[in-house]
């Protein structure tokens, strides 16, 4: 299937059908950069670096890498995160040839660990993808080591058609700091809404922008974890009962819980990228992508 993408100019809608995506991974160069101490005052990145060799220490951080399709002529964009306590965040980008299409939001939580390898059991790993479509099953990752991973999903069909995906993301530094103005996309595929916004964080980590989408009021604090080497936030996002807002209808006010994690940017002009996952109990939620 061809997707709506998360762009200002594009209005988001479902194409038609397409074939089977063939997909041949590219993984991307790392990242270099150096420590810094995870507060939320300097920007400094860190590299996804470890000196131990257990397996959070391992498999802890922000991974990202592209992958080519339809003949190579679309390029799509993958970004995961692993927490040191081994829950698994991703957002795939898929690009067709419409210009436009919905991240899925990938979130599942790691199992049989060892240093190289983990899977995440079925039906742990969940897939919310455009148009309320929310799917389960579990995924095996494999080779891990401070410089990428390799992940093979299970019993996951994208509505693309692309049947149990695999990715080999590379590692990325990460940054410590939220603070400022982050211009991007906001994006649920439940109400196929895709917003085009400006987060305001202050140095606390509380968004100061007043701020809403498909009228739903939002209420986000970013809050940095405690450690070094690969720092990233746990993302907090409260939505306001309002009428209109599927997410929050008139008489239920709801929370949705997640990570944001900062990397280098691929706009112009830009240094960094926010990445936002937040989802409910059952993985369906939204996504952010903003730059600085």
Not at 183 to 205: E, P, R, W, Y
Not at 241 to 261: K, N, Q, V
Request: glycine content about 10%; aromatic content about 8%.
């Amino acid at each position: 299937m061809k997707f709506p993408w998360m762009a200002a100019q594009h209005a988001p809608a479902l194409a038609g059908a397409m074939g089977a995506l063939v997909c041949a991974v590219a993984v991307l160069a790392s990242c270099g950069g150096q420590g810094s101490s995870n507060t939320n005052t300097t920007s400094t990145p860190s590299s996804n670096t470890q000196t131990t060799s257990s397996p959070s220490s391992t498999l802890a951080g922000g991974y990202q890498g592209t992958v080519s399709s339809d003949g190579n002529a679309y390029t799509s964009d993958f970004v995961s995160f692993v927490t040191p306590g081994l829950a698994w965040y991703a957002l795939y980008y898929l690009r067709s040839s419409d210009a436009s299409i919905y991240p899925v939001i990938f979130k599942g939580q790691l199992s049989s660990v060892s240093a190289s390898s983990a899977s995440i059991s079925s039906p742990g790993l969940t897939a919310f993808q455009f148009g309320n479509r929310l799917g389960t099953g579990g995924a095996t990752l494999s080779n891990a080591s401070v410089s990428g991973y390799q992940i093979a999903l299970s019993g996951i069909t994208l509505t693309n058609n692309q049947v149990n995906p695999s990715f080999a993301p590379s590692a990325m530094a990460t940054y410590t700091t939220s603070t400022g103005s982050w211009a991007g996309t906001l994006t649920d595929n439940l109400s196929t809404a895709s917003t085009d916004l400006t987060l305001t964080f202050n140095s606390s980590g509380t968004l100061t922008s007043d701020s809403s989408y498909a009228n739903c009021p939002l209420a986000l604090t970013l809050t940095p974890e405690s450690q070094t080497s690969n720092p990233y936030f746990s993302a907090t996002l409260a939505i306001a009962a309002h009428t209109g807002c599927l997410r929050a209808p008139a008489s239920t006010a709801i929370t949705l819980t997640g990570i944001g994690f900062i990397h280098a940017s691929t706009v112009s002009g830009k240094t960094k990228r926010l990445e936002l996952v937040l989802t409910d109990s059952t993985g369906s939620g939204i996504s952010f992508r903003g730059d600085q």
